[in-house]
C-alpha cells in the first residue's frame, strides 16, 4: 500500500537511507519558532505587517491572500484566526499569540507557527528581516512540528532562495563566541534578542545561587543580563 509522506521542504534528494527516509539538500533561509500546531504547508508568502510589532486584525484578510502563507504579526484574538480559515489561507506565521489561543490555533486547518513567545510581542528583528525581505517568495514552507526537546523537532520556516552554487554546510553544532547575535529561550526575557558581548572564563555565580556556564548579553534594548549559556540560541 503507497504512503505519503510529505517532506516538509523543497529541494534536492541526496541521500536514501534505508527503511527510514532521505536526506533532502537545500540553500535558502530558515527561522525556527517557539510553538506550532503540529501542520505543515507549502505556498507563496505575502508580508501584512509594516513594522515587527503590529497586531493581526480579521479586516486584513481577505480573499486576494486565498491559499498563501502569510506573515502576519501578532496573534491576540480568535476571529483573526477565524478569518484566515474562511478564506483558506495556507498557514501564519506569527511573533506571538495570546495564551488562551493555543487550544484554538491547533484546531485550525492551516499550519501556525509563533516565532517568538507565547502572549504578546514584537517579532525579533534577524526573523521580520528574513521574511520581510522575503516578500511575494514562492514555495516557502511552513512546517508547524511541535517543539520536542528530544526527537529535536521544532517549528521553522524555509524559504528556498536561488543559488549557483551551494553554500558551505552548516555545522552541526554552533560554538558560543563574542559577537554573536542570540536570542534569549527562557523567561523572564523569553524572546528577546541581543549581542553576545562576553564569555566569562569558570562559572558564574547567578542571583539563584547556582553556578553556571554564562556569557554577558547587551539586549537590543540596550539592558545587559549575565545569562545561562544553556538559555540561549545563536541566531544565524
Request: proline share 8%; net charge positive.
Amino acid at each position: 500500500k503507497d504512503f505519503q509522506l510529505k517532506a516538509g521542504i523543497s529541494g534536492e534528494i541526496i541521500e536514501i537511507i534505508p527503511k527510514r527516509g532521505v536526506v533532502i539538500q537545500e540553500v535558502g533561509g530558515l527561522i525556527q519558532g517557539v510553538w506550532g500546531n503540529g501542520k505543515i504547508a507549502r505556498a507563496r508568502l505575502p508580508v501584512l505587517p509594516q513594522k515587527p510589532n503590529e497586531i493581526l486584525a480579521a479586516s486584513q484578510l481577505d480573499i486576494s491572500l486565498r491559499s498563501l502563507v502569510l506573515l502576519a504579526g501578532s496573534c491576540q484574538d480568535t476571529d483573526s484566526l477565524k478569518a484566515a480559515a474562511d478564506i483558506t489561507a495556507r498557514g501564519l506565521i506569527l511573533s506571538s499569540i495570546h495564551p488562551m489561543l493555543l487550544d484554538f490555533a491547533r484546531k485550525m486547518p492551516y499550519p501556525i507557527i509563533v516565532t517568538d513567545i507565547i502572549g504578546q510581542q514584537a517579532m525579533n528583528a534577524s526573523a521580520y528581516k528574513i521574511l520581510s525581505t522575503n516578500n511575494q517568495r514562492e514555495n516557502v514552507t511552513v512546517n508547524a512540528a511541535p517543539y520536542h526537546q528530544y526527537k529535536g523537532t521544532r517549528p521553522e520556516v524555509i524559504i528556498p532562495l536561488p543559488h549557483t552554487d551551494l553554500p558551505p554546510a552548516p555545522r552541526d553544532v554552533e560554538t558560543f563566541s563574542p559577537g554573536q547575535k542570540v536570542r534569549m529561550r527562557r523567561a523572564p526575557h523569553a524572546g528577546a534578542t541581543g549581542t553576545l558581548r562576553r564569555l566569562p572564563d569558570g562559572l558564574e555565580t547567578l542571583p539563584n545561587g547556582l553556578r553556571v556556564l554564562a556569557g554577558e548579553v547587551k539586549l537590543d534594548n540596550g539592558e545587559q543580563l549575565i545569562v545561562p549559556l544553556v538559555n540561549l540560541e545563536v541566531l544565524g
